[in-house]
């Protein structure tokens, strides 16, 4: 059994958890009340700040130039059509350019950002590959399953019912496939003396998913 499938298993609660979430299931039919959408959006987008940092940071530590490669097409995506969406769900979601330039992270995701970019700058490329098979095999995965089970927004009435389609599409093997694969050859070829590190990893980087996925259904719960 390959690493990552061993990482799969051994988590698969918190797998499930992170992609079968009722977020998920009521983006696919519909049903999604635009205001979680909204929360998540505008989350999603300071996250994404977090993120394209640690990608350079790979791109900088990758050994060699063909490791480099897809993990700066990926950066590129994010910066190119990715950026794009969000600014054009901004624009249906009537949240001006001063709101989403500026939010502010809930706790959740400024821990889960934190988390990501000091991964980058302390560990390996290895490691930071780890983090990001999570948080796009993750997203893969959902999209993938509602694709499989013809997801239609607009059939449940939503008034984001056309942008809801959009960010299922962006998450299927068309758009991230070749990348998560990639991902997941980089952590199988660790070393036994990486394992544990990369187990860890893993698991931190899976328990912020569904924690993401919660506060922006319910909102940031804090004791």
Not at 108 to 124: K, Q
Not at 186 to 213: C, K, M, P, Q
Request: with cysteine.
């Amino acid at each position: 059994m390959s690493l990552t499938a061993d990482l799969k298993n051994r988590y698969a609660t918190l797998w499930k958890a992170a992609t079968e979430h009722p977020f998920i299931s009521e983006l696919g039919d519909g049903t999604l009340p635009a205001d979680k959408f909204r929360r998540y959006f505008l989350q999603d987008y300071v996250f994404i700040n977090d993120l394209v940092k640690a990608t350079g940071i790979a791109v900088s530590k990758a050994p060699n130039l063909a490791l480099a490669r897809p993990v700066e097409n990926f950066l590129h995506g994010i910066l190119g059509a990715e950026d794009a969406l969000f600014v054009d769900t901004f624009k249906t979601l009537d949240i001006p350019e001063s709101e989403y330039r500026t939010v502010e992270p809930l706790p959740t995701t400024a821990a889960f950002g934190n988390f990501l970019v000091r991964l980058a700058y302390e560990g390996s490329f290895r490691e930071i590959c780890c983090v990001m098979y999570v948080t796009e095999g993750v997203y893969l995965e959902w999209g993938e399953a509602q694709r499989r089970a013809g997801a239609d927004p607009a059939a449940g009435g939503a008034d984001l019912g056309e942008f809801y389609q959009d960010w299922i599409d962006l998450h299927t093997k068309e758009v991230l496939g070749d990348l998560v694969s990639f991902l997941g050859e980089v952590v199988d070829g660790a070393s036994e003396a990486e394992t544990g590190r990369l187990n860890a990893v893993f698991e931190r980087a899976l328990r912020y998913e569904v924690a993401f996925w919660e506060m922006s259904y319910s909102g940031e719960q804090w004791p």
